[in-house]
């Protein structure tokens, strides 16, 4: 999709017209082309006008557009970002259905009532939900040769807005729109990729690809390297495959960056459990146990995109869980690389060994902060369901501050506790922990408590379990209905953005 702005109505197949409502449930008439065609649908009770209603209407009467979409936002006091967000997704839906290819967006109708900064930001969650909106994984699907190709959705939004004062904000946040599109479809490709396609070697390479792209250092270890390094746990989990491991490392340096914050994330390209191999139902699912590291990688790239001050270091962890001839089996005990020993109780509790790993790894760099993603484990989607993340870390104000990021943009997240008595539950008597307990009591917690064993004094850390975030999340509009959300990539990249 295509985004652009410009200070003067275009010709396009549709224009979209936001609209509040008034406190009798009728749309307001503001300033614009389309005034009298709003007038007439207070009267006529077509549209309400309510928070994300749409009315098409095929001959837009006034304007330089053929077609016009009403989009409602409800009563100007209730709305928030999130509902124009939803609103965008909306608009993006009936866009879709109608066939309309160029549209363009008025702006100047959001400022009407209030002041500019308010017309600014809503129109960026508007767009912001229209845009990500536009996303479907269909490349394996056969193309149909007669069919004239016909991509999904609208092609080009233009955002409209005759307002001078207006022009270097919307100039910002054309660009800002185009660098979440990309960055947040890289992530859902990724997540999305089946395994036989998508193996440790595959992300690797495209890693290597995009991050020259944007000018970020990349280096990539194979087995032999991570021997080198004594990842014992990371060799342990990708000994029952036979596609090879890979560990990527990213480094965007900028001049003069003051703080590092280190990104580590969980790319398990397919989770069959392993020896502890878990049921068949559902199973396809597995192939999105790397969007840990697909979310922390689009989170990166769009970081570089936005040039953000902070150094960011990037650690992605691929590899496969299957049951091989060489897979480890329960009870196998298996030294970190930190030196601590492991007793695999259930090798389907894969993630954390990985992660450990790579955690210490990447406290190698000193970062001031480290945070890790993962789909970790089944257990949060019980206790939270599917509105958010679960948050466990050893820093209070990062915490504070993961937390009111991921409200403000709707990628919400919430804290869980990492009491030290949680991890008697991880003691035994061969080795210095095993990976996981003989109960499915708190397991979320249990996976958080594991990976803080790894964790070094004095580092600050914060640990996202994505599991029930990272897809099927079509119950909020702009996510697609189906595979990856791309939930979180905003929010991580604007931590660490703003870490000081
Ligand atoms: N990849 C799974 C977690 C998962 C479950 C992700 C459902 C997405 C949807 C993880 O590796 C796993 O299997 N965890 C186990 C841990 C248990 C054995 C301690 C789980 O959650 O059952
Ligand atoms: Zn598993
Ligand atoms: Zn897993």
């Known amino acids: 999709m295509k985004i652009e702005y410009k200070s003067a109505s275009v010709s396009v197949d549709c224009d979209i017209l936001v609209v509040f409502q008034d406190g009798s449930k009728k749309p307001i008439a503001v300033k614009s082309p389309y005034k009298a065609l709003v007038e007439k649908s207070r009267k006529t009770n077509t549209f309400t006008a309510s928070a994300g209603s749409t009315l098409f209407i095929p001959y837009g009467g006034k304007g330089s557009a053929k077609n016009v979409l009403f989009v409602g936002l409800g009563l100007e006091a209730d709305l928030t970002l999130e509902k124009a967000r939803q609103a965008g997704a909306h608009a993006f839906s009936k866009l879709t259905s109608e ?86 479809n890289i992530t859902r490709d990724w997540s999305n990729e089946p395994s036989n396609y998508g193996t440790p070697e595959y992300y690797a390479n495209e890693a290597v690809r995009i991050a020259k792209e944007h000018g970020i250092s990349c280096k990539v270890l194979g087995e032999k390297e991570a021997l080198k390094e004594k990842m014992g746990l990371f060799l342990s989990v990708s000994a029952g495959s036979d596609r090879e491991g890979k560990i990527v490392v990213l ?112 406290q190698d760099y000193k970062p001031d902060f480290v945070l890790n993603a993962a789909t970790l484990t089944g257990a949060v989607v019980v206790a939270l369901g599917k509105q958010c993340c679960g948050l466990m870390s050893n820093d209070p104000e990062n915490t504070e501050k993961l937390l009111q990021i991921g409200t403000e943009m709707h990628e919400r997240m919430w804290h869980l506790p990492l009491f030290d008595e949680y991890f008697d539950d991880l003691k035994t008597d061969c080795a210095d922990m095993k990976n996981s307990a003989n109960d499915g009591n708190g397991g979320t917690i249990r996976g958080g408590i594991f990976l803080k064993q790894f964790i070094r004094k004095g580092t600050r850390w914060a640990h996202m379990d994505i599991a029930a975030t990272a897809y099927g999340m079509g119950h909020i509009p702009y996510y697609p209905k189906k595979g990856a959300s791309g939930m979180h990539v905003r929010a991580v990249a604007k931590f660490v953005a703003e870490f000081v």
């Open 99 to 184: 066939k309309m290819k160029t549209v363009s967006f008025l702006i100047d109708v959001l400022g009407e009532s209030k002041n500019n900064d308010a017309a600014v930001s809503r129109a960026h969650a508007f767009m912001e939900g229209l845009v990500l909106s536009s996303y479907k994984f269909d490349k394996y699907k056969k193309k149909d040769p007669k069919k004239e190709v016909s991509s999904f959705g609208p092609e080009k939004v233009t955002m409209v807005s005759k307002d001078k004062k207006l022009k270097s904000d919307l100039t910002f946040v054309t660009k800002d729109l185009k660098d979440v599109y990309e960055s947040v």
């Open 251 to 362: 480094d965007y340096h900028p001049k003069g960056a003051e703080k590092t914050v280190a990104l580590v994330g969980k790319g398990v390209t397919f989770d069959s459990g392993g020896i502890s191999i878990k049921p068949s139902m559902r199973m396809e699912d597995m192939k999105h146990d790397m969007t840990g590291a697909a979310t922390l990688f689009g989170a990166a790239i769009l970081a570089a995109k936005r040039k953000v001050k902070n150094r960011v270091i990037t650690i992605l962890a691929f590899c496969e869980n299957m049951p091989g001839g060489d897979a480890t089996q329960p009870g196998n005990v298996i030294i970190a690389r930190n030196g601590k020993s492991v007793e695999i109780i259930n090798t389907d509790a894969e993630g954390r060994l990985i992660l450990a790993d790579v955690l210490d790894y990447a």
